[in-house]
Each structure stands twice: as structure tokens, then as C-alpha cells.
């Protein structure tokens, strides 16, 4: 296969994976600007490996179970989330609310691990979930880890992205609110992803610097401003440091 469809290959699986509703042959080629010929060719390449999948009655297709396979090898492989898992659980088990483990991918906030409160507010996020950083407390204390310079190159328009009714939307205002968490230890998130959530984080670090955010995150009724203050916040940074300090990156 030629460099130029190997590349176009990456654009369908990219696109698929924004859309994952799933999408019809002519629908990718309109969107990528692409002949159906080229688009079908390549779509026959990519299904009998598995990394797409076409539904049989739409005919519509999306992205192939072959990804959670090799997403499952990754996030096994990586150390902090088998140091992290034992203090999820106690946090889980602790707080019981949710709690996640996440890290700072190609400027988005990812999701590696997830222990959900079963009796709790169903929450849309999973493992592998990708959002924008500035909007969630996790992803908050991720962006305090980085320079002034760091954070606008994820920003660079200076707009933010409206999550939730208050969410931060001025690059300015993020900036006081990443030296606020950098002073306290940790982040809140208070509906500015989502309504009726509430969420805290604590950073994880090693060699000085934050590479992962441990959170709890519930409803509003049950994560009240005052229980964070008063038994929440505490319990998140404890566990945090203790999986710092088994880091050794």
C-alpha cells in the first residue's frame, strides 16, 4: 500500500472514531473529500483485520474491535495504573463515589482507569475517554502541571469550549484558577462539565512533576462544597501521594 493511502487509512480511522454513531461509504468520502472508489478499497483493507466494522443492516461502519485489544495492551503495560488500581478501589471503597485515574494525551484529558458507584449518578465517562482539559477537575490539576507557555499551545485562540453552566471560558480566568490548584493541591469541578456533577482531584507525580490526576466525582446531593472541604479533598490528595510515591518513572 502506497504511503498516501496508509495515510488516508489513518483519516477514516480518525474519522470513525469522531463519529461514533457510525457513517455510510459516501459519508466519509464527502466528509474527507474522497473518490468512493479510494474509499471502499481501503474500508475492504482495514475490515478483515478487524480495526473496522460494518453493520450489516445499515451498512454503516465504525471503528473495529481490533482497537480495544490493543488500547486493553497498552493501558496494561503502563505502570501507573497497576500502582494506581489498589488506592482506586480504597478511594472507591472510601468516598463510595467514583473515582478516575487519568493523564494528558496530545492536549486532551484521557481516562485510564474507572471504578463507577453502582448506586450512584451514571456518569458518561469510560476508560479511554478523551475531553478537553480545562472543564473537569482531573483535567484541571493535569494543566497546572504545565508552564504558562505549555497550557496556551492547547489553547491558542484563547477560547475555551463551553462543558457545563460553569465552566471556565477565558484562558485568562483558567490561568488564576491553575495557580489557585497549584497553591491548594488540588481542583474542583463544580457542574462546569456537567450539571447536577461535582467533582475533586489531586495530582499524582514523579521526578517532581504531575503526570496523572486521581478524582472523585458524584452528584451535587452527595458531593456537597462542605464534604469536600472537610473529608474529601484530604482523602484524594492522601491517596494520590501514596501512588506518588511508588512512582518511578
Request: hydrophobic share 35%; with cysteine; proline share 3%.
Amino acid at each position: 500500500m502506497k504511503l498516501s493511502s496508509i495515510d488516508k487509512c489513518f483519516q477514516i480511522i480518525e474519522l470513525l472514531h469522531e463519529n461514533p454513531q457510525s457513517l455510510k461509504l459516501s459519508e466519509i468520502g464527502g466528509m474527507l473529500n474522497l473518490h468512493p472508489s479510494s474509499v471502499h478499497h481501503m474500508l475492504n483493507t482495514l475490515l478483515p483485520r478487524n480495526y473496522i466494522a460494518q453493520c450489516p443492516e445499515t451498512k454503516k461502519y465504525s471503528l473495529g474491535f481490533r482497537f480495544l485489544e490493543i488500547s486493553k495492551g497498552i493501558l496494561e503495560n503502563m505502570d501507573i495504573r497497576s500502582i494506581a488500581r489498589k488506592y482506586l478501589e480504597e478511594l472507591h471503597k472510601e468516598s463510595r463515589e467514583a473515582v478516575h485515574l487519568a493523564v494528558l494525551k496530545n492536549k486532551k484529558v484521557l481516562y485510564i482507569d474507572k471504578i463507577n458507584n453502582p448506586s450512584g449518578l451514571s456518569l458518561s465517562t469510560y476508560i479511554g475517554f478523551v475531553t478537553d482539559p480545562h472543564a473537569t477537575a482531573g483535567g484541571k490539576i493535569l494543566l497546572a502541571g504545565l508552564s504558562t507557555k505549555e497550557a496556551g499551545e492547547i489553547y491558542q485562540n484563547g477560547t475555551l469550549k463551553v462543558f457545563g453552566k460553569s465552566t471556565i471560558t477565558n484562558f485568562e480566568k483558567l490561568l488564576e484558577e491553575l495557580n489557585k490548584i497549584r497553591k491548594q493541591g488540588y481542583a474542583i469541578d463544580d457542574e462546569e462539565y456537567s450539571e447536577g456533577v461535582r467533582c475533586v482531584a489531586a495530582p499524582i507525580k514523579s521526578g517532581g512533576r504531575i503526570e496523572a490526576s486521581l478524582s472523585i466525582t458524584g452528584s451535587i446531593f452527595t458531593i456537597t462544597l462542605d464534604r469536600i472541604e472537610q473529608e474529601l479533598k484530604d482523602l484524594v490528595m492522601a491517596k494520590a501521594q501514596k501512588i506518588s510515591s511508588e512512582m518511578h518513572w
